[in-house]
């Protein structure tokens, strides 16, 4: 019998967790079998590219929205799969980079260095990466209790992040804007429902009809 999908809906069930954690790493793997089967279309390196870019920004807005769906629910349950959406999506973002450097660029780190100062989307995109680099390395509990206090304001770094990729996403289009604008808007919607007057409506909604089962 599978397991519950919440412990007494405080937290998600082993079988909730293992179904994130495939549907996060299913990409991933789909683009591993596609590189296997040379099945990448005419310009294998920027399919690569874009999918580990737009799969980062994905995961990166999923994780955004833990917060407000445990304001919705009134359960902490999201909150317990914020981290490993997160981790995801800072890989992704890793790839994201390795793809850049080691097959489009081929580790020619003149170019790259000339990128970061003459592409303002390159520019935005490694400055994305950079903020995420301590939420990933503090994203521990043991990192957490040692920085206390300082732990939430450090994971606020998260916000600028994904406006950051957004931007780099947009600024990276040339012509059809409707991707990235789409991601935009939930980014926006995401760090709109943090204001204390969208999230006070929220809670104000838990605690009228009781937590969502």
Request: overall charge positive; some cysteine.
């Amino acid at each position: 019998m599978p397991a519950p999908a919440t412990n007494a809906g405080r937290r998600p069930g082993t079988a909730v967790r293992s179904a994130v954690f495939l549907a996060c790493l299913s990409p991933m793997l789909w683009m591993a079998l596609q590189v296997a089967r040379g099945d990448l279309g005419p310009d294998p390196v920027a399919r690569l590219t874009h999918e580990t870019g737009i799969w980062a920004l994905r995961l990166l807005l999923l994780s955004l929205a833990m917060t407000p769906l445990r304001r919705l629910t009134g359960s902490p349950w999201p909150l317990r799969l914020r981290r490993m959406i997160g981790l995801f999506a800072f890989a992704y973002a890793l790839l994201h980079l390795l793809v850049y450097v080691a097959l489009d660029l081929q580790a020619y780190w003149p170019q790259l260095l000339e990128d970061l100062v003459k592409r303002p989307f390159i520019t935005v995109g490694a400055a994305a990466l950079v903020l995420l680099v301590p939420l990933a390395l503090t994203s521990t509990r043991a990192m957490q209790r040692r920085l206390g206090r300082r732990w939430r304001p450090l994971h606020r770094l998260v916000y600028p992040a994904v406006l950051l990729a957004c931007l780099h996403f947009l600024w990276l289009v040339k012509a059809d804007w409707r991707e990235p604008a789409i991601h935009l808007g939930i980014a926006l919607l995401l760090l709109a429902l943090r204001l204390p007057p969208l999230a006070r409506v929220l809670t104000r909604h838990t605690a009228r009809d009781g937590p969502a089962a």
